[in-house]
């Protein structure tokens, strides 16, 4: 146990960017973002940023962040109005988290109910008929 223990403090320490920090990310949405971008609503040039963490995942924000030129057809915008940004990689992942942290509740979490078949009007006329059948052949 303390084997592992001790591994994992030393990944945790020459690896300390793998987890992105929140706290570090609000304060590159403050000092870069909340120009362009509000939360929770108002007037800006950019989308609220609540939006954008209930639409989509860490992972695009930061791509879309680091290379807005690239990727704002995929997004589905007709125009790119956001600078590149000259942001580290730690920060354009801890922004990212920041903003993903906005909205705890994701599109993508919306549970989809199953469609019920659907039954064509000859095939339920069939079906009715059968059943009609049926039950004549049980009185006989």
Sequence with gaps: MK???TTL????????NLVADIQAGKAVYQANC??????????ALGPDFNIVA???????IEAYAKDPYSNYQAFGYAANAM????????EFKDVAQYISSLQPFKKWMIKKSPKKPT?????????QTSDINSS???ES
Excluded: F, W
Excluded at 9 to 16: D, E, K
Excluded at 54 to 60: I, K, S
Excluded at 119 to 127: F, K
């Design 3 to 5: 084997k592992l223990l």
């Design 9 to 16: 403090l030393l990944i945790g320490m020459t690896n300390s």
């Design 34 to 43: 909340a120009i362009c971008h509000t939360i929770n609503g108002g007037r």
């Design 54 to 60: 209930y639409t989509r995942h860490p992972e695009e």
């Design 83 to 90: 600078p590149t940004l000259p942001l580290s990689d730690q």
């Design 119 to 127: 039954m064509q009007s000859g095939e339920e006329n069939a079906t």
């Design 136 to 138: 004549v052949k049980r």
